[in-house]
């Protein structure tokens, strides 16, 4: 069972306008969350995190948002750009050293 | 200079088969792990490593035995291969075990058991 869940399997932007990705948990426990990239050949990179007792959490071009009532989180990124075309992951933790991952959204910016 | 590295980056080989795929980390990392990425793009931790000892061992079956001959190094020695166990397998490494510890993965190795 799925605890961390990205619908949305893929997302195609004009560059330079802004990309939103979502995703939802399932989990209470999760307290801590985190954004991975990927491109193609190559393992997962870390882009940002968010703990449970913030809401927003900002770094350059990305901001991550994160509500607790909702069980959600997204990742804006402004503005977009080709390359930032990758696979992105969602991942939650809940303390017990075990990252959660969603299945990841494809992003293509679009020239 | 690669952070964590992978060896080999493809590997093809026939049900029933033992292979190996080797992971090494130059980041003075404590924590190593063993992901495997599944069909359906989902990451799922397999194994964990902290300081040599095994921290985290999912519901993983027992043809599967990570080794980690010291903190550098997490190796992954696979038994009587199944079709089902046809996957990237991804490596990564942490300073510790903390939530804030970044990891950092390897490029991935493509198993495939014909």
């Known amino acids: 069972d799925q605890q961390v869940k990205q619908n949305s399997p893929s997302l195609s932007v004009q560059e330079g306008r802004i990309s939103i990705l979502n995703c939802d948990y399932t989990?209470?426990?999760?307290?801590?969350f985190l954004w991975y990239k990927k491109y193609p050949a190559e393992g997962p990179t870390f882009l940002i995190s968010i703990s449970s007792i913030k809401d927003k959490n900002e770094d350059g071009r990305f901001t991550v948002f994160l509500n607790k009532s909702a069980k959600h989180l997204s990742l804006h990124i402004v503005p977009s750009q080709p390359g930032d075309s990758a696979v992105y992951f969602c991942?939650?933790?809940?303390?017990?050293?075990?990252?959660?991952f969603g299945a990841g959204t494809t992003v293509t910016v679009r020239a | 200079d690669t952070a964590v590295s992978q060896t080999p980056k493809y590997l093809v080989t026939q049900m029933g088969n033992d292979k190996s795929i080797k992971c090494e980390q130059n980041?003075?990392?404590?924590?190593m792990y063993w992901y495997k990425q599944d069909s359906k793009k989902f990451l799922k931790i397999m194994f964990s490593?902290?300081?040599?000892?095994?921290?985290i061992n999912e519901t993983v079956p027992n043809r599967f035995s990570p080794k980690s001959p010291d903190k550098a190094h997490l190796n992954l020695h696979i038994n009587s291969l199944e079709l089902g166990d046809s996957a990237v397998y991804f490596c990564?490494?942490?300073?510790?075990?903390?939530?804030?510890?970044?990891?950092?993965f390897g490029p991935g190795t493509r198993l495939t058991v014909l």
């Open positions: 490593y902290n300081n040599k000892e095994l921290i």
């Open positions: 991942a939650a933790s809940g303390g017990d050293y075990k990252l959660s």
């Open positions: 989990n209470s426990m999760f307290d801590y």
């Open positions: 990564a490494s942490s300073h510790g075990l903390a939530l804030a510890d970044t990891q950092y």
């Open positions: 980041l003075g990392h404590d924590t």
